[in-house]
């Protein structure tokens, strides 16, 4: 859930993510993107990239990639909070700025 989490997170700043397929060690799950998300979160700056996030730059495209995500049964907060209470907010922070773009779409 953290590795998926952090996707969304690459994906809102419109990074690269790794060619999606199969994880051979997760039947069922995808592969993710998580050495590119721990670049990211490494950057001292990531907290105030977070809250200075340019909203206008989310498009249609983002938040299809981002719906599959969005849209699974274990992405919520509750679940987010058992793993880990840091992501939880990154999790919180996704569904923010996609409920943002269909809002502000209108």
Same mark, same amino acid.
């Given at each position: 859930? *953290?590795?998926? *989490?952090?996707?969304?997170?690459?994906?809102?700043?419109?990074?690269?993510? +790794?060619? +999606?397929?199969?994880? =051979? !060690?997760?039947?069922?799950? *995808?592969? #993710?993107?998580?050495? !590119? =998300?721990?670049?990211?979160?490494?950057? #001292?700056?990531?907290?105030?990239?977070?809250? #200075?996030?340019? $909203?206008? #730059?989310?498009? !249609?495209?983002? +938040?299809?990639?981002?719906?599959?995500?969005? =849209?699974?049964?274990?992405?919520?907060?509750?679940?987010? $909070?058992?793993?880990?209470?840091? +992501?939880?907010?990154?999790?919180?922070?996704?569904?923010?700025?996609?409920?943002?773009?269909? *809002?502000?779409?209108?």
């Amino acid at each position: 859930l *953290i590795m998926r *989490i952090m996707d969304c997170v690459l994906l809102l700043f419109q990074k690269p993510l +790794v060619k +999606v397929s199969a994880d =051979a !060690d997760k039947p069922g799950f *995808i592969m #993710t993107s998580w050495g !590119d =998300a721990l670049k990211l979160m490494g950057d #001292t700056k990531f907290l105030n990239n977070l809250l #200075t996030f340019p $909203k206008d #730059t989310i498009n !249609d495209e983002v +938040v299809e990639l981002l719906e599959p995500y969005l =849209a699974a049964e274990d992405f919520n907060l509750e679940r987010a $909070k058992a793993v880990s209470g840091n +992501v939880a907010g990154l999790l919180s922070w996704c569904r923010a700025m996609s409920f943002f773009f269909s *809002i502000n779409k209108e």
